[in-house]
């Protein structure tokens, strides 16, 4: 088994529930990975180390073959991201831990500045331009 034949949300969920029972520094040392630098999965308002959840939630899903190694596959949006969002989780560039406990603020975007500009009244204001 490999990472790409992961697929049970319920497994995923127990890797969790294991992260927050042992704390994220013995979770970490049990499974032998390091403290995630990018991507972090968001449940319940608290975060954890997205690699390694994907690692131990591969022993929860398949115990005969164990948890899978960091050296295993490759950590980022295109590998763990993906695989976590495809099972309806979110995850993020920051953890709870650095927005003081609070979860992340959505990314503004183009078209969400535009929708907001356009409910303040500020679209096709002739007098909203520089003076």
Known sequence: MAFGDL???DA???AIAEYDKLGQSEF???YG???SRSYFLILNNNSSDSKAIIGAAHACQFPIHGPLAASDFSGGANTVKRKLEAMGFIV???SINQ???QP???VLTSRSLIKRTKKRGH???KNSGPR
């Open 123 to 125: 679209a096709n204001n």
């Open 104 to 106: 992340p603020k959505p």
């Open 99 to 101: 927005h003081d406990g």
């Open 33 to 35: 990975f390091r403290k």
């Open 92 to 94: 993020s560039k920051n």
């Open 28 to 30: 970490l040392s049990k």
């Open 12 to 14: 995923v969920l127990s």
């Open 7 to 9: 697929d049970s949300k």
